[in-house]
């Protein structure tokens, strides 16, 4: 077992029962406060760690890491110096918080510039995202859109069932947690008239995903094994594919999504590292009807039970659950993806986000979209103050949050918000 994971640990750092962040979680993120630059950052419970400053007064020294990683803008050069070191910082950082451990929990010179209060950092965008690719890889979500669109007997497309969907996504507009998103504009069907409308968007929805984070290059050229795919993640984070349904529906054929999508994403800011997950795989769904090629093959527990949830809050109003489901619900692993993403020999780079695809599951409650919880708008969603919810409202706040909890351990990743701004 990785020594930071163990469940037995306890900090010296109060950390409440249902905290995302145990000790056990030291997931890496960028802040900056009025006094610093952006650097380097991780939290356990509510206590922000400065990871610069732990670096700056020789806490890492043993590790031999250059200290300037700390001190960057983003988590790109920190992913690159590969698993081996960041396994060892997360595990020397987990070490240092130990309860019984008095070297900086005594020394109050030092936790004056380490330890910092929420309420004077402000989280950034944790990583430069090179290039972001979207999947489609919840089967109860393909089967439903493919329901409503489609063909009930046929919902999902022939290719579906043998190799993970998925589109070149836009990395620019990838914005971390708290970032207003504005309502886009563009064309939609021809009405009667046969002419396109344009206009703001009217069926503004979210999609609740997780997305993962690239931590190792490849070569152009180079395929990488579902065996070995899980070098090349470091972490994950929450992520909300925003998607304007008209825009979508009226531009994707025949080469799929665009402007529908571009506007914005949303993640999280603090990256769960992969290890910090470990307590939570589980085993994936038989996929021998029909078989899959032998490069999407993989062995162990690959996927993660991970409870995901989405609410709504209204301007002025309280946040209100629409969705709960579970990042299990993924026909198509992360190893399978990588593998898949790389059989061409596309190569990979530092800091390439992926994302899961709207992760619905099973029952009405848990479909990870507004288009599914609504039916096409069919079924308006009834909140709390009186008013209905086809999709997303002006002024209105999506908030997602998701979290391991097993044997006592809760692994969690915080939230990701985003408030809708009207068009200009
Ligand atoms: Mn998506």
């Given at each position: 077992m990785i020594a930071a994971n163990n469940p037995a640990l306890k900090s010296w750092i109060k950390v409440a029962?249902?905290?995302?962040?145990?000790?056990?979680n030291i997931p890496f993120g960028i802040i900056k406060t009025g006094r610093t630059q952006p650097r380097v950052a991780t939290i356990i419970g509510d206590t922000i760690i400065d990871l610069a400053a732990l670096a700056e007064l020789g806490y890492f020294d043993d590790l031999q890491i250059d200290n300037s990683v700390f001190y960057l803008p983003y988590l790109n050069e920190f992913m690159a110096l590969g698993k081996a070191t960041t396994r060892a910082v997360r595990d020397r950082i987990s070490h240092i918080f130990q309860h019984d451990n008095a070297e900086l929990r005594d020394n109050e010179e030092h936790k004056s510039q380490v330890l910092v209060n929420p309420i004077y950092a402000q989280n950034l965008m944790p990583v430069e995202v090179r290039d972001y690719t979207d999947f489609y890889s919840s089967r109860e979500h393909a089967t439903n859109v493919g329901t409503m669109f489609r063909d009930p007997n046929n919902a999902l497309l022939p290719n579906w069932l043998h190799l993970p969907v998925g589109y070149h996504g836009r990395a620019s507009s990838i914005v971390v947690s708290g970032t207003p998103v504005r309502r886009p504009k563009g064309q939609k069907k021809p009405g009667d008239d046969g002419k396109p409308g344009f206009g703001p968007s009217r069926l503004l929805d979210f999609e609740l995903e997780m997305g993962f984070v690239v931590g190792q290059s490849t070569q152009l050229g180079q395929s990488v094994s579902t065996a070995e795919a899980e070098d090349y993640i470091f972490g994950l984070v929450l992520f909300n594919d925003w998607s304007a349904r008209d825009i979508q529906a009226w531009e994707y054929v025949p080469l799929g999504p665009f402007l529908g999508k571009s506007f914005a994403s949303s993640i999280s800011p603090w990256v769960v590292t992969l290890d910090a997950l470990d307590h939570f795989r589980i085993s994936g769904p038989e996929q021998n009807d029909p078989p899959i090629l032998p490069y999407l093959e993989y062995e162990g527990k690959k996927r993660f039970d991970i409870n995901l949830e989405a609410l709504i809050q209204p301007e002025g109003g309280k946040p209100h659950t629409v969705c709960k489901s579970n990042f299990k619900y993924m026909y198509w692993n992360m190893t399978q993806q990588l593998a898949h993403h790389t059989i061409n020999g596309c190569n990979l780079n530092v800091g390439d986000m992926c994302a899961s695809g709207t992760i619905s599951g099973e029952t009405p409650d848990s479909y990870g979209s507004m288009l599914e919880l609504s039916w096409r708008g069919s079924k308006p969603l009834a909140m709390p103050d009186g008013s209905e919810r086809k999709f997303i409202n002006d002024g209105d706040t999506v908030i997602m949050r998701g979290f391991g909890e097993k044997d006592g351990l809760r692994i969690g990743f915080g939230e990701v918000t985003g408030k809708v701004l009207p068009a200009t």
């Open positions: 029962a249902d905290s995302d962040f145990p000790i056990q």
